[in-house]
C-alpha cells in the first residue's frame, strides 16, 4: 500500500520519542494538579465546588494518553512474523516500542486517574 493510501496512524514513525509521550502527560499533570491546589488553598482557602478548571485539565491529559495508546495498539497489530520477535528487523523493533508505548500509557493512565482522586475525595486545604 503506498503511503498516501495508509491511515494517518500507520504513518507515524514509532521512535524513542513517542514512547516517552504518556509518562511526560502523566508528569506534567501531576504538576498541574499540584499547582491547581496550592493555588486554590493560597486564594480561596478550598478547593472549588466544582473544579472546571481541574476536570478540563484531567480530560485533556486522558485523552492524550488514550490517544498515544490506541496509535501504539494499532502498531503492534503490523503484520509480520508471528511472536517471538527477535530478529531485530524494523517490523520486530516498530513492534516492540509500539507494546512498550501501550503499556506505558496504560499505567500513565491509571497514574492521572490516581492523581485527580484526592480533588474528589478531599474537600478542603487542610
Known sequence: MTDERRKWHERLQVTLWTLIVPPTVWAVHFLFSYLWAAVSC???????EFPTLFVIGTVLALMAIALSGWIAHRQTRQRGDPPPHEQGTDIDRLRFLAKSTLLLAGLSFVGVLFTALPVVFIGDCR
Open 42 to 48: 493560597a486564594k480561596a482557602g478550598f478547593f472549588a
